[in-house]
Nanobody
Framework: VQLVESGGGLVQPGGSLRLSCAASGFTFSWFVMSWYRRAPGKERELVARIGNTRSSRPDYSAAVKGRFTISRDNVKNTVYLQMNSLKPEDTAVYYC??????WGQGTQVTVSS
């Protein structure tokens, strides 16, 4: 199993980034996919989750609801996190997971002027 995140970087407050997580080694379409983040000195927290059926509605943490959008492409085996209106408190390492104990290496997002 491999989960490879990309798309992180340095962005000014109010800016946008789109994270990608490319998956391989398992049947991607069967799994609920999630994005977590770990800010410096804090515990890892759930950011967003997307189900494995077309009818399932994504879940978001209160901190990002209305600003972030999770989506998936079951042909490309990739899950995305579109992050808009970024704030300094969004600074963290962002990880994707398939909920089966598999995690990516993370991608750093830094929001700073």
């Amino acid at each position: 199993v491999q989960l490879v995140e990309s798309g992180g970087g340095l962005v000014q407050p109010g800016g946008s980034l789109r994270l990608s997580c490319a998956a391989s080694g398992f049947t991607f379409s069967w799994f609920v996919m999630s994005w977590y983040r770990r800010a410096p000195g804090k515990e890892r927290e759930l950011v967003a989750r997307i189900g494995n059926t077309r009818s399932s509605r994504p879940d978001y943490s209160a901190a990002v609801k209305g600003r972030f959008t999770i989506s998936r492409d079951n042909v490309k085996n990739t899950v995305y996190l579109q992050m808009n209106s970024l704030k300094p408190e969004d600074t963290a390492v962002y990880y994707c997971t398939n909920g089966a104990g598999d995690w990516g290496q993370g991608t750093q997002v830094t929001v700073s002027s």
